[in-house]
Structures are given as structure tokens and as C-alpha cells.
């Protein structure tokens, strides 16, 4: 995705928004991203900070190690508690654990990046409605963007080049690896 923004002359923030479901066990996680403009991508840390600030969160800082958020030191601020995370720009975070019963705007994360994306209006998703053909026709825009930077998409163009080559597909030598280390153990219970 970083990728991506930088290709479009953009860097890349976004949000994650990690909720326990209580009723029905499980978790419930949203992670949003979207570029914005290098000026915009200097304020990202104060703007999430602020508007964090005014909805009562306090945020901490998740630094980043090679570009990517130190994942340990995320679990360490917020543990097995369900949390509210900002993404900025240079890979590190700003994470505001949230304990049970707090209060916390669904749509904060919303907030601050349409705020740093200069559409602040569009914070509110009704706002962002268009015509059925309209939106159609922007999802396969994006669609066909985003395919030059789909890790997903890349593996599956390089597994038929691998087969061909006579390498084996990476699924098969996950399946050739299973079955080796289940013969030893299915050996061992039959004596």
C-alpha cells in the first residue's frame, strides 16, 4: 500500500480499530488506509493526536523498526485489550489502548483521516455516496491500481512461472512438509 501512495505522489496513513465481540466471541477489526499529501502527511502524528485529545483518548507512541511498526512494542502498550491505533506515514503508530466501558467515537478514525485527507465533511460516511454506476466504476479503477501492488496477486503470477520451471508450488511444499512430520507421529502411536 506504501507503495502505492508513493507512486501517486502520496504517503500512506490509515487506522485500525480493534474490538472484542462479547456476545458472540471473537475479535472485530477495522483497518483503514488511504494517501494524502506529503504537506498533509507532516501534520498526520498532531492531527491524530488532537483529535484523539477531544475524543478522550490519550495516544502513545508504537515506534517503527525498518520502516514497519515494532509489533512487540504495540502488544506491550495495549496487551489483550481492545485498542484504537493511528498509522503514520514512516511506519510507527500512536496507540490508545481502550478499557472496558470506555467510550470511544466509532467514527474517530474516519474523522482524522478525511480531516488530513482535506475533506472533513466526508468523516461522515453518508456523505460519501454516489451513483450506483459511479461507484462501480471507481472500485474497478481501483481495482485495476491497486493490482500493480497486490502482494496476493504477484504470488499468484509467480506460482505458474515456478511450476513451469519444475519447482514446486510453495502450497505444495507446505502440504510435502505436513505430511513428513505427520508419518514419524502417526508411526510413533501405531507402536
Same mark, same amino acid.
Given at each position: 500500500?506504501?507503495?502505492?501512495?508513493?507512486?501517486?505522489?502520496?504517503?500512506?496513513?490509515? %487506522?485500525? !480499530?480493534?474490538?472484542?465481540?462479547?456476545?458472540?466471541?471473537?475479535?472485530?477489526?477495522?483497518?483503514?488506509?488511504?494517501?494524502?499529501?506529503?504537506?498533509? =502527511? +507532516? @501534520?498526520?502524528? +498532531? &492531527? %491524530?493526536?488532537?483529535?484523539?485529545?477531544?475524543?478522550?483518548?490519550?495516544?502513545?507512541? $508504537?515506534?517503527?523498526?525498518?520502516?514497519?511498526?515494532?509489533?512487540?512494542?504495540? !502488544?506491550?502498550?495495549?496487551?489483550?485489550?481492545?485498542?484504537?491505533?493511528?498509522?503514520?506515514?514512516?511506519?510507527?503508530?500512536?496507540?490508545? #489502548?481502550? &478499557?472496558?466501558?470506555?467510550?470511544? #467515537?466509532?467514527?474517530?478514525?474516519?474523522?482524522?483521516?478525511?480531516?488530513?485527507?482535506? $475533506?472533513?465533511?466526508? =468523516?461522515?460516511?453518508?456523505?460519501? @455516496?454516489?451513483?450506483? +454506476?459511479?461507484?462501480?466504476?471507481? =472500485?474497478?479503477? %481501483?481495482?485495476?491500481? %491497486?493490482?500493480?501492488?497486490?502482494?496476493?496477486?504477484?504470488?499468484? +503470477?509467480?506460482? #505458474?512461472?515456478? $511450476?513451469?520451471?519444475?519447482?514446486? #508450488?510453495?502450497?505444495?511444499?507446505? $502440504?510435502?512438509?505436513?505430511?513428513? @512430520?505427520?508419518?514419524?507421529?502417526? =508411526?510413533?502411536?501405531?507402536?
Amino acid at each position: 500500500m506504501r507503495t502505492g501512495a508513493a507512486a501517486a505522489g502520496q504517503r500512506l496513513v490509515g %487506522f485500525e !480499530r480493534h474490538l472484542k465481540l462479547r456476545s458472540k466471541g471473537g475479535n472485530h477489526c477495522h483497518l483503514n488506509t488511504i494517501g494524502i499529501s506529503r504537506a498533509a =502527511a +507532516e @501534520t498526520a502524528a +498532531e &492531527v %491524530f493526536t488532537q483529535l484523539a485529545s477531544e475524543a478522550g483518548l490519550t495516544l502513545a507512541a $508504537v515506534p517503527a523498526m525498518d520502516g514497519q511498526m515494532d509489533m512487540a512494542a504495540l !502488544r506491550e502498550l495495549v496487551g489483550d485489550a481492545e485498542y484504537f491505533l493511528g498509522l503514520l506515514p514512516d511506519g510507527s503508530g500512536l496507540a490508545a #489502548p481502550l &478499557v472496558p466501558g470506555q467510550r470511544a #467515537p466509532m467514527q474517530l478514525g474516519r474523522q482524522i483521516l478525511a480531516q488530513l485527507a482535506g $475533506v472533513p465533511e466526508r =468523516a461522515d460516511w453518508k456523505e460519501c @455516496t454516489a451513483a450506483s +454506476e459511479a461507484e462501480a466504476e471507481a =472500485a474497478e479503477a %481501483f481495482r485495476q491500481y %491497486f493490482k500493480l501492488y497486490d502482494p496476493a496477486q504477484a504470488a499468484a +503470477e509467480e506460482e #505458474p512461472a515456478a $511450476v513451469a520451471a519444475g519447482e514446486a #508450488p510453495a502450497a505444495a511444499d507446505d $502440504v510435502a512438509a505436513a505430511a513428513a @512430520t505427520e508419518e514419524p507421529a502417526q =508411526a510413533a502411536a501405531q507402536e
